[in-house]
């Protein structure tokens, strides 16, 4: 991911920045839930300025070789999706952020295939982005596609109608985590932007995004994280 930020335009590095450093933090881990890691990366955003909402969905991925096509799915789309008592679910959640015109999974590592194929290379871990319109109903619309490499392609049904459902997962302690890690998310993202200007040319970033550029140069702060954890954080 951190490559990716020294190749990718500038209007995408703020993107790239939070989701580098949600990679980085999850590296080692097991797979978060979608719904959490959603919201942190919703709310990353919008504290550094973007737009960007979490969207129940459906990802597809297929594997096609010489002799055959396997397809496989993350999340539900013919049946709403399952909330079990352990506060996971059947269902699949993405990021559809207009700021950026792009559609965000960042667990789609969560299907069997990318899951085995990252336990050697890390990169089929990161999270996957693919280009959406901006206009609300062509995204509905539309089902995107991205190449993961030369057989692996992955596709993505919107179910919107779900996402009220999906959000019930965060009763809880579940939606302090999502709160409080969209918080340090956008606070790493900072850290990594400034990193970042020391590698490459970002002086277009304050006149492209200018609550940004505040915050990169200190005219704005974001709010402050907690010095302790909060209780209903601490496990064992």
Same mark, same amino acid.
């Given at each position: 991911?951190?490559?990716?930020?020294?190749?990718?335009?500038?209007e995408?590095?703020?993107?790239?920045?939070?989701?580098?450093?949600?990679?980085?933090?999850s590296s080692?881990?097991?797979?978060?839930?979608?719904?959490?890691?959603?919201?942190?990366?919703?709310?990353?955003?919008?504290?550094?300025?973007?737009?960007?909402e979490?969207?129940?969905?459906?990802?597809?991925?297929?594997?096609?070789?010489?002799?055959?096509?396997?397809?496989?799915?993350?999340?539900?789309?013919?049946?709403?999706?399952?909330?079990?008592?352990?506060?996971?679910?059947?269902?699949?959640?993405?990021?559809?952020?207009?700021?950026?015109a792009?559609?965000?999974?960042?667990?789609?590592?969560?299907d069997?295939?990318?899951?085995?194929?990252?336990?050697?290379?890390?990169?089929?871990?990161?999270?996957?982005?693919?280009?959406?319109?901006?206009?609300?109903?062509?995204?509905?619309?539309?089902?995107? $596609?991205v *190449?993961l490499? !030369?057989?692996l392609? %992955?596709?993505?049904?919107? &179910?919107?109608?779900? /996402?009220? +459902?999906m959000?019930? $997962?965060? *009763?809880?302690? !579940?939606?302090?985590? %999502?709160?409080?890690g969209g &918080?340090?998310?956008? /606070?790493? +993202?900072?850290?990594?932007?400034?990193?970042?200007?020391?590698e490459?040319?970002?002086?277009?970033?304050?006149?492209?995004?200018?609550?940004?550029?505040?915050?990169?140069?200190?005219?704005?702060?974001?709010?402050?994280?907690?010095?302790?954890?909060?209780?209903?954080?601490?496990?064992g």
């Amino acid at each position: 991911m951190f490559a990716l930020l020294v190749e990718a335009p500038v209007e995408l590095t703020p993107l790239y920045a939070v989701l580098a450093v949600l990679h980085q933090a999850s590296s080692g881990k097991p797979v978060g839930t979608c719904v959490v890691s959603c919201h942190q990366i919703s709310g990353a955003l919008h504290h550094l300025g973007f737009d960007a909402e979490p969207i129940a969905a459906c990802a597809t991925l297929y594997r096609t070789t010489d002799t055959f096509t396997e397809v496989s799915e993350v999340g539900v789309w013919k049946r709403p999706p399952v909330l079990r008592p352990d506060g996971t679910t059947t269902g699949h959640m993405v990021v559809w952020t207009t700021s950026f015109a792009q559609l965000i999974d960042p667990t789609l590592v969560q299907d069997p295939t990318l899951f085995a194929l990252a336990a050697t290379d890390p990169i089929y871990s990161i999270p996957v982005s693919v280009a959406l319109p901006t206009d609300p109903d062509e995204v509905l619309r539309a089902r995107p $596609v991205v *190449a993961l490499d !030369e057989r692996l392609h %992955a596709s993505w049904l919107l &179910l919107p109608e779900w /996402t009220e +459902a999906m959000n019930s $997962v965060l *009763a809880g302690a !579940e939606g302090t985590a %999502a709160t409080l890690g969209g &918080l340090a998310l956008a /606070t790493d +993202a900072l850290f990594a932007l400034r990193n970042l200007g020391q590698e490459r040319d970002l002086t277009q970033l304050p006149h492209l995004y200018p609550q940004l550029g505040a915050l990169l140069s200190g005219r704005r702060q974001l709010p402050p994280l907690p010095a302790q954890v909060p209780p209903e954080l601490l496990h064992g």
